[in-house]
Every structure is written in C-alpha cells, then in structure tokens.
C-alpha cells in the first residue's frame, strides 16, 4: 500500500512557473513508477509525466513536453513535477499516481495506476 499527499499547487500568472510535490507513505515507495495526471474542467484525467522507479525514464504528454520536469527523490519518497511557462491551459487538478504493475513498468495512462493522490488545484491566469 502507498499514500500519496500531493502539495505545491496554487495561483500563478500566465508565463510563471510552480513546483508540485507529491510525498509517499509506504514501504514500496521506490518500487514503483510514479506518475503526474491532470484533470481539466470538464475534461478526463490525462496523462501528464511519469517517472521510473529509478529515475532513468521519463516521459511526458505532447503538451508539456519542455516545460514541465518530473523527478524522484526514492530517499525522501518523493516526487516532484516541475511546471515553468505555464499557460492557462494547464489550469486543471493534479494528481500524482504510483503504478503497482510489473517491476519495471511504466505506464501512461491511469488505468495503470493503482494509489493516486487527492490532487492539488493549479490555477494559470491570463
């Protein structure tokens, strides 16, 4: 079992950036891939980042790509996703996700996603 606590989301004009956290409970911790989801308004929760369990992968949807960072940190079991340029399209609910599947897997979409977070609201003004 792992608990995801995510932090760091907020206000934030057009053009500036935000650091999300997302700190585990849990002895897997480092087992796992972990992931960054975002639910827009009106919208389904889609894929935005995902990490290996060891930090050698990364991946990210289209529209983040370049502007959005995500890490690990296994020692503190925590995650983070660094945001720069931030647009009003990023305005959405952010969730962070641990994958449960097979060592090593590393999943895009949140079906694959076993422990989630209560999400962390970020908001971009234009």
């Known amino acids: 079992q792992v608990q995801l606590a995510e932090s760091g989301g907020g206000l934030v004009q057009a053009g500036g950036s935000l650091r999300l956290s997302c700190a585990a409970s849990?002895?897997?911790?480092?087992?796992?891939?972990m992931g960054w989801f975002r639910q827009r308004p009106g919208k389904e929760r889609e894929f935005v980042a995902t990490v290996s369990w060891n930090g050698d992968r990364t991946y990210y949807a289209d529209s983040v790509k370049g502007r959005f960072t995500i890490s690990r940190d296994n020692a503190k079991k925590t995650v983070y996703l660094e945001m720069i340029s931030l647009k009003p399209d990023d305005t959405a609910v952010y969730y962070c996700a641990a994958d449960d599947g097979p060592f090593g897997q590393v999943g895009l979409r949140p079906i694959e996603y076993d422990y989630w977070g209560q999400g962390t609201q970020v908001t971009v003004s234009s």
């Open positions: 849990g002895r897997t911790f480092s087992r796992h891939a």
